[in-house]
């Protein structure tokens, strides 16, 4: 399946380009080639399966959870800190494990660290119930590339090609039915 990008724009008028996964369990992939185009103002040669195939030589990837066959479990965090290093994207700084399932959940955003050529990839973790019941069914990746002038955190959204701009610092994201907690971030900048 080839790439599919999707013109979006935010609050401010600026345009933004997200690439739609091509695959149910692929948004990391989109997300790392999504980071690789914002670093260098230009789109990849790689595309999502180019990026695969690089993920793939790493333990946690997607391609190694479909081998059994099925659309696979997506790619575990510690292949992507592997990935983006390989593929020539900087990680200057980090956040996380965090999880509302091992209190306290303190999340912050280092709003200062996303901008201009200096996007942010985030995983995302979904959770359902509350309390001591609350689990975490599934994870998903989105990319902040930018902070509004009010001071919102854009989204790229890769499963359906969407643009969300986070007004709390609470560090939720609910989106595709799903209620969903920041667990992780790679700052570019």
Not at 142 to 150: E, I, W
Request: hydrophobic fraction near 35%; include cysteine; aromatic fraction near 10%.
């Amino acid at each position: 399946m080839a790439t599919e990008y999707l013109r979006r724009t935010d609050s401010d008028g600026k345009t933004h380009y997200i690439d739609k996964q091509d695959e149910p369990m692929s948004c990391a992939l989109a997300c790392i080639g999504m980071v690789w185009d914002q670093t260098r103002s230009q789109c990849s040669v790689l595309g999502e399966s180019g990026y695969k195939a690089v993920s793939g030589t790493f333990p946690g990837s997607l391609l190694a959870s479909q081998t059994g066959g099925g659309i696979g479990s997506g790619t575990d965090f510690t292949n992507v800190t592997t990935t983006l290093a390989t593929v020539g994207v900087v990680v200057r700084a980090t956040y996380g494990l965090a999880s509302p399932l091992l209190p306290p959940y303190n999340f912050t955003w280092q709003k200062n660290r996303i901008g201009t050529r200096h996007p942010a990839l985030v995983l995302v973790g979904w959770y359902r119930g509350a309390g001591a019941a609350m689990t975490r069914p599934a994870g998903h990746y989105v990319v902040a590339p930018r902070v509004t002038s009010k001071g919102w955190v854009v989204i790229l959204d890769p499963f359906t090609g969407t643009l969300h701009e986070l007004h709390g610092s609470r560090g939720q994201y609910n989106n595709h039915g799903s209620r969903g907690f920041i667990e992780y971030i790679w700052y570019t900048g």
